[in-house]
């Protein structure tokens, strides 16, 4: 995998909106922010811009993307928002240009379809929070993110949870939204899982929809091939009126009864304040115990 290079004082951030529409107030923000930690911001021409549910056409989208992609002085593209459009991006850029000039793609939630796509081009991507949750996010979850750009190693420990499974794990991370990672299954920029830790988080799905997604994971041999489980935040998971009953931590343990591999729950990533950076494409090790759980890469 080609790891971009780090960034040091003065280097050059550019802020893209490659889905969803976003209020200029947290563009400015991230901006500051940015600029506070000693860099240069570049904000995208349609970056506050807004086509229906989008931030401007799919076209406009593309440009900034390419915009970022070919600009000689940008060092690393955050992307301000996810909801929903990244993937209709795919067609519409010249990614070869970022193996030419590698550059760190920063953000989670839609941009999973970046950190997958990352993955089939052989260039690590981060899976970080984003302006549009900066003011919310804990200090370590910033402080996670710079590590990246600055080329520092982040560990992390959390917990334990009764569900866990005790273990050690070492192995290339990938993962991110869970959707958008079952929404890639069998498509040219599904992830190789071979000996893989997987990390994976999702956001207001119904329990049903979880089932499903984890189901079609169990039987395209997903949970076969990894090494080790991580489970982020599954926020404001639903049920269905009559009630399924089931909870987020039964139907993982039902789908992986069959592996003896470390999973732990509840981890500092996805859409939670405490959301924490995890490089896609880059080996980790991960340890569960009675006591805690540990990653480091």
């Not at 990244?86 to 519409?92: E, H, N, P």
């Not at 999973?112 to 984003?130: D, K, P």
Request: hydrophobic share 40%; charged share 20%.
């Amino acid at each position: 995998m080609i790891c971009p290079h780090q960034l040091v004082p003065g280097d050059t951030i550019a802020l893209v909106s490659p889905a969803k529409a976003i209020e200029a107030s947290y563009i400015d923000f991230a901006r500051s922010y940015f600029e506070e930690q000693g860099f240069a911001v570049l904000v995208s021409p349609n970056a506050a811009s807004e086509y229906r549910y989008f931030s401007g056409t799919d076209q406009q989208r593309a440009d900034d993307l390419q915009w970022a992609i070919d600009h000689p002085d940008v060092k690393a593209i955050v992307c301000n928002r996810g909801g929903y459009g990244a993937i209709r991006l795919f067609d519409a850029v010249n990614w070869a240009n970022l193996l030419r000039e590698p550059k760190w793609i920063l953000g989670f939630s839609d941009i999973t379809n970046f950190h997958c796509l990352g993955l089939r081009l052989g260039i690590e991507t981060a899976h970080t929070t984003m302006p549009l949750n900066f003011r919310e996010n804990t200090p370590e979850a910033l402080e996670s993110l710079m590590h990246v750009l600055r080329g520092t190693n982040n560990e992390y420990t959390w917990s334990a949870h009764p569900a866990n499974k005790p273990g050690m794990a070492a192995g290339t991370v990938i993962g991110g939204n869970l959707s958008i990672l079952h929404s890639l299954l069998g498509t040219p920029y599904c992830p190789n899982f071979e000996n893989a830790i997987l990390f994976i988080e999702d956001l207001e799905e119904q329990l049903y929809h979880i089932d499903r997604m984890l189901s079609a994971f169990r039987l395209a041999g997903v949970f076969e091939r990894i090494s080790g489980l991580i489970v982020g935040g599954m926020t404001n998971i639903k049920d269905t009126a009559k009630a399924t009953g089931w909870t987020i931590e039964e139907l993982i343990s039902e789908h992986t009864r069959f592996r003896n591999i470390p999973i732990a729950f509840h981890a500092p990533v996805g859409h939670i304040p405490d959301n924490r950076a995890f490089i896609c494409g880059r080996s980790a090790t991960f340890t569960v115990t009675e006591n805690q759980s540990y990653f480091f890469q």
